[in-house]
């Protein structure tokens, strides 16, 4: 029986090949139980351009009572990436969620990217 983790990795697989193919900016994305991580790398020489996460100060300083729990976390993550982008000049992206399913935190990041001018 193929495991969860295995399952995940198989459709990042499958995701980065065809990004490859497109020689884009990547935008990756990676969620654990308690943070997410969210970072762009050029197609060239597969460098960091920008990151952000929930772990970073000046996004801890915007999280509040107010935010909704981890999907408004994932949020503002994806507003902190997105204008991490337009300074490094990078307008369209491709979306690599790393295998995980477009639901919920994920979801919430690239929405708000897109909302702040991401294209992909």
Do not use: C
């Not at 139980?33 to 929930?54: G, R």
């Not at 307008?91 to 399913?101: E, H």
């Amino acid at each position: 029986m193929i495991s969860k983790l295995e399952k995940r990795l198989r459709r990042s697989r499958k995701t980065r090949s065809r990004i490859k193919i497109l020689e884009a900016y990547r935008l990756s994305v990676h969620r654990s139980s308690k943070h997410i991580y969210a970072q762009i790398t050029s197609p060239q020489d597969n460098t960091v351009v920008a990151a952000a996460s929930s772990l970073d100060p000046e996004i801890k300083k915007l999280i509040t009572d107010k935010t909704k729990g981890k999907v408004g976390i994932a949020r503002i993550v994806g507003e902190s990436i997105a204008k991490k982008a337009k300074t490094a000049k990078i307008d369209k992206v491709a979306f690599d969620r790393s295998g995980f399913l477009y639901h919920g935190r994920v979801r919430a990041l690239a929405e708000a990217a897109r909302e702040k001018g991401l294209n992909f």
